[in-house]
């Protein structure tokens, strides 16, 4: 069975400061790894994904993301906060194709609210 | 312009009252997925379809419903709904079930459903 845990359900940085959005995953084979962001009163938008490529993902609006399976994490960072990534952030994990197939199903963490001081 | 769309937005209802949340996604992709989304618990699929006429139920299923009659509609059914079926929904949607693990999956801007 596969699980994503948020460590954090709320996380605060000052503007320009690093973020860091942690995430831990179980999984018993090797997983696709995604990152989404939900703005107040939106649906849920990709930041970034692992489809088991290069460890070191880089996605939208200045996130990055590094796999390191002997960690089982997929922390989520960025360098420099800006007040317009105050949001909320899930971790998701979704298994390889077995046999050809996959289901797509996606399991999400907790969430991080994210918020942002000037 | 390639999206998701649900209907209504907003539902306030009372128990036991039948209602439907429509999902329609014009992207022709194959798979779709309900979640719900409650505070602390993050997303949780409900029922799920990888084709026309294919669904299969996801981790809480119990007291929903859905039809995959048309490739774009995948609408969700809360035949009797009680109060403990408060919450956002969102419908999602990816391009293929063969390789839907590694697609993005394309959320709907959200149902927020209260039973009174």
């Known amino acids: 069975a596969q699980s994503v845990t948020q460590l954090g359900s709320h996380v605060s940085v000052s503007e320009g400061a690093l973020v860091l959005l942690r995430c831990n995953y179980s999984?018993?084979?090797?997983?696709?790894l995604f990152w989404y962001v939900q703005y107040p009163n939106q649906g849920l938008q990709l930041l970034l994904k692992?489809?088991?490529?290069?460890?070191l993902v880089k996605g939208i609006n200045g996130f990055e993301a590094e796999f390191k399976k002997s960690e089982t994490s997929f922390h989520l960072t960025k360098p420099s906060a800006h007040m317009s990534d105050a949001a909320e952030y899930f971790c998701?994990?979704?298994?390889?194709?077995?046999?050809?197939?996959?289901?797509?199903?996606?399991?999400f963490g907790q969430g991080t609210i994210l918020t942002v001081h000037p | 312009e390639a999206q998701v769309t649900q209907n209504p937005r907003y539902l306030i209802t009372v128990t036991g009252k039948k209602l439907t949340v429509t999902c329609s996604q014009n992207?022709?992709?194959?798979?779709m997925s309900w979640y719900r989304q409650d505070p602390g618990l993050g997303l949780r699929q409900i029922y799920y379809?990888?084709?026309?006429?294919?669904?299969d139920k996801g981790d809480v299923p119990e007291g929903y419903k859905v039809s995959r009659k048309e490739k774009r509609n995948f609408p969700l059914i809360l035949e009797s709904p009680s109060p403990n079926q408060t919450s956002l929904y969102f419908c999602?949607?990816?391009?293929?079930?063969?390789?839907?693990?590694?697609?993005?999956?394309?959320f709907g801007p959200g149902t927020r459903l209260t039973v009174l």
């Open positions: 692992y489809t088991s490529a290069a460890t």
């Open positions: 999602a949607s990816s391009k293929d079930r063969w390789t839907s693990g590694s697609n993005e999956q394309f």
């Open positions: 998701a994990v979704s298994l390889l194709p077995a046999g050809g197939t996959s289901y797509g199903k996606l399991t």
């Open positions: 992207m022709n992709h194959e798979y």
């Open positions: 999984s018993s084979v090797p997983p696709y």
């Open positions: 379809s990888m084709n026309v006429e294919v669904t």
